[in-house]
């Protein structure tokens, strides 16, 4: 005889929602132990849309794409803050050289190394200081394009600290050890010159010797001009960092600006393009030019 109790009702909406509920109870593999490539891990949302374009670029053209958005920012205050230890790392390491180059000429020219300044200037031969300068000015410029700003204008956010080791190494080591390694050279050699008796080194040993003996007269100076380019250091990278720091994240905000900027720069005539306008004129140096036709570089 058939029972007459009624079938249980099946509901599949509650069937679903507690599939739902177990499925999320369930151990899920963590995402640490996921490891994604850098590319995947930008491309995931991590990346600005101003890097996200920037990145279609090659290197060497990103890198003169983001110097001319800085050099031609709209606001004063940020573009200078950004430009500000290039041009005062340059001034105090060409300064320190010139200390330098006036206590190693006074101490081999004059015999007497606490010669004040200005009269070590004055009865002097000028060729070693100029050339500490220019030296120290070319080294410096160079290592701070190519290891220090490459680094802070790139993508990834520096680290302070690491940006102002760097930034310290770069300023002591162009403007403090380089010339008192380089103008003891170039002083001996204008005194050998000058007076015939002087010795000439004849090999390395010599001359490691020379440089070492000559430039005793500069270690009482060095810690003190170290001193003060760590101070400079200090400032500049202050400086870079905060301005940096308001330029792409201005940029990041509002993308037109950077647009704007780069029209801007695109109407503005390069040092490049002036010379050879200028150099066109004459009809000698046209084979040597570039050729006008050819179109600017657009970024």
Known sequence: ????????????????????????????PSKDFITKTDVATRY?????AMWTSLSEMAGPNRQKFITRMVRHWPYNKERYAVLFPMHAGL???CFCSHLIAARINSDIFLFNSKTPFLESVRRCPK?????????TGLTYFAFYNLFFEKKILGEDEPCASCALSTYSALLIGSGVLFPAMTTPALSHYMHARQTPDIPVTKNILEFSTMIFVTSKSTWSLLPKLAIFQLIVASLGTYSLL?????IFHTVDIDPEILTDTMIIAQKETSLKQKLNTFCSKFAFLRPFLDDATEAAPKY
């Open 127 to 135: 060729s070693p200081w100029i050339f500490s300068i220019y030296t």
């Open 1 to 28: 005889m058939p029972s007459s109790e009624p079938s249980p009702i099946v509901d599949p909406v509650s069937i679903w929602i507690r599939s739902q509920i177990l499925d999320s109870k369930e151990s899920k």
């Open 242 to 246: 905060w301005g940096r720091s308001r």
């Open 44 to 48: 995931d949302g991590q990346r600005s």
């Open 91 to 93: 001034l105090s390491s």
